[in-house]
DNA sequence: CATACGTGGAC
DNA sequence: TGTCCAAGTAT
């Protein structure tokens, strides 16, 4: 299964930023930042402009969060703005300005949690881990488990089936488990992806245990759907909206313009302001934060 | 462990 | 056209 992956991946690997040889580990975590529940079409133009103007963590941290949440654009989700800016700050002022290059010291920093620690490891410093992302879990729920979904939640099991699976340490000090991680996830973007497989062009097709048992369907306790009409994230989104848009200051009726319902609009204005998202810089004023 | 948290493209 | 989904984290 391990050489079948890594020559896939060899010949079918998208060309992106953050996995060029020339790639700083800042870029990378830029971009798996950048990456959580979002997609690499979208994140592309924004990386690119984001290190072309904070080529460095030290660059980011002297700059101010409100203009990280603008730069950040509608990538969605903008509290991974601040998070990247406490990220980088936390870096220039206790890891001497670098990315840090063990798992343990990366899962310490604001917005990274196991798969982002294990994926800056793996792919910035080559180090050996088993990076679960929902794309390597599919593939190894459908390849080796012979189901369509993996668990709404990771569990033991998975982890060590995951573990069993990553390529070993070679007599001469090298791995192929950063290259088989990135394979793995490829093949879920490209291939194995969730609503609709193409088997006709997958390399695990003739191993694959849920081809094998005839693509049984999903029979798993249901997966939860993602409201939005209506919830305050579709609210704060507006909010911020404006503010994203907007040069300065916004006056309260502009925000008050963007949302009718009073009750729901000043709860997620709180909110905003509470998650740092947003400042109250007037008795009716708002605007992006200046710290 | 379930839930909140943005946004827009695909089918 | 509405539903599903995208390289998760924090609480």
Redesign the pocket.
């Known amino acids: 299964m391990h050489a079948t992956v890594l020559e896939w991946y060899a010949l079918h690997a998208r060309d ?1 930023p ?2 060029r040889p020339e790639a700083s580990p800042w870029s990378v975590l830029v ?2 930042l950048m ?8 994140v592309l133009p924004v990386h690119a402009a984001w290190l072309e103007r904070w080529p460095t963590p030290a660059a980011l941290a002297a700059a101010t969060t409100g203009d990280a949440v603008r730069a950040w654009g ?6 991974r703005a601040l ?1 990247l800016h406490a990220a980088a700050t936390a870096i220039t002022t206790t890891h001497g300005g670098e990315v840090p290059q063990a798992y343990e010291t990366l899962l310490t ?9 294990a ?1 800056v490891a793996s792919f910035a410093y080559g180090r050996r881990h088993v990076v679960l ?3 390597v879990r ?1 593939v190894i729920a459908r390849a080796v488990g012979g189901v369509e ?1 993996p668990a ?2 990771v ?1 033991r099991a998975e982890r060590d089936r995951a573990a069993a699976l990553l390529p070993g340490v070679e007599a001469d000090g090298s791995s192929d488990a950063a290259t088989w991680n ?1 394979g793995l ?2 093949l ?2 490209l291939v194995c ?4 497989p193409a088997c006709d062009r997958c390399p695990l097709v003739d191993r694959c245990a849920w081809v094998a048992a005839g693509r049984p369907a999903y029979d798993g306790p249901p ?4 409201t ?1 009409a209506g ?4 609210c ?3 909010l ?2 404006v503010l ?1 848009d907007a040069d300065g200051p916004v006056p309260i009726s502009a925000l008050e313009a963007a949302w009718a319902g009073a009750e729901q609009r000043e709860r ?1 204005l709180r ?1 905003l302001v509470d998650d740092g ?1 947003l400042a109250q810089v007037g008795p009716s004023t708002y605007a992006l934060p200046t710290d």
């Open positions: 992106l953050w996995r971009s798996e990456l959580q529940q979002t997609p690499v079409a979208r509608r990538l969605g989700y903008p509290r998070r920093l604001p917005g990274v949690g196991d798969y982002t620690a994926a992302d929902t794309n599919r979904h709404r939640s569990t990135v996830m490829e879920g973007a992806t969730a609503a609709s997966r939860v759907a993602q939005w919830t305050d994230r579709q704060r989104g507006r911020m909206a994203r997620c909110s998202l």
